[in-house]
């Protein structure tokens, strides 16, 4: 069974930056898509960034670009998301995502769910 634990999140000025951890385990990854999702109050779950495990190929939000980098470590089977330069929009609940998936911007895509770590940017 596979099973995503998040940490990393708290409250930051805006400007600040954060990172997020995503420990993995139950299984291997090899082949699998790691994604970061977030979710504001009211709001859909939304695509942050997501990385290949096997290839470390990344793909990121325009919202985000040139502001978080997503990473991956094989030995620790952890997924990372460094947060730099926050902004008030991006306060959220923020959420780990792992599957076999084509499609790794689509959140319905994804079996597999962390419990979401909080961020919070202010002003």
């Known amino acids: 069974q596979v099973q995503l634990v998040e940490s990393g999140g708290g409250l930051v000025q805006a400007g600040g930056s954060l990172r997020l951890s995503c420990a993995a385990s139950g299984r291997t990854f090899n082949g699998y898509s790691m994604g970061w999702f977030c979710q504001a109050p009211g709001q859909e779950r939304k695509f942050v960034a997501a990385?290949?495990?096997?290839?470390?190929?990344?793909y990121y939000a325009d919202s985000v670009k040139g502001r978080f980098t997503i990473s991956r470590d094989n030995a620790k089977n952890a997924v990372y998301l460094q947060m730099n330069n926050l902004k008030p929009e991006d306060t959220a609940v923020y959420y780990c995502?792992?599957?076999?998936?084509?499609?790794?911007?689509?959140?319905?895509?994804?079996?597999?769910w962390g419990q979401g770590t909080q961020v919070t940017v202010s002003s």
């Open positions: 995502a792992a599957d076999r998936v084509l499609y790794l911007t689509d959140a319905s895509k994804y079996d597999y």
């Open positions: 990385i290949r495990w096997t290839a470390g190929t990344t």
